[in-house]
């Protein structure tokens, strides 16, 4: 699935959307594949405790992660305090924001300095995008 295909299914939630597992609302869960983008870019600050251990142990979960196909992927891990959503968070502006990002991820080259694994190809960064966020999907029932 490409950025265009994820932004066609994204334009299918409605606030009505109701998960599989777990408490997040649709807002809710756009506001935080947001988040990630933004840890994956660089843009998210976190401690340096937190970047410390990410950048010793990230690359074990990375390499986890890039074998299991994103409906696979254990259900409810924990979440980064920083990373969790509002309770207030407004769809349609999240949608926006969402798609906006995602817009401009296909554009990304060279090295990325992510804020939590630190150096990683673009094309690394894109397919953790896309998986994280496909795994949402699958959580929302969008995608099998």
């Not at 840890?39 to 299991?68: A, D, E, I, M, T």
């Amino acid at each position: 699935m490409n950025t265009n295909q994820l932004i066609e299914v994204l334009n299918n939630v409605y606030p009505s959307t109701i998960p599989k597992w777990g408490v997040m609302t649709p807002a809710q869960m756009f506001q935080h594949n947001s988040k990630f983008i933004d840890l994956y870019l660089g843009k998210q600050k976190v401690s340096p405790l937190l970047r410390f251990f990410g950048q010793c142990f990230g690359k074990f979960f990375l390499n986890y992660v890039k074998k299991q196909p994103y409906n696979k992927v254990v259900k409810g891990l924990k979440t980064i305090k920083s990373m969790k959503a509002s309770d207030s968070a407004d769809f349609e502006f999240e949608k926006q924001e969402l798609i906006h990002r995602l817009q401009n991820i296909d554009q990304i080259k060279g090295k990325i300095n992510s804020s939590i694994y630190g150096y990683l190809d673009a094309e690394e960064v894109r397919y953790l995008i896309h998986h994280h966020l496909k795994y949402h999907l699958f959580q929302f029932s969008m995608i099998e």
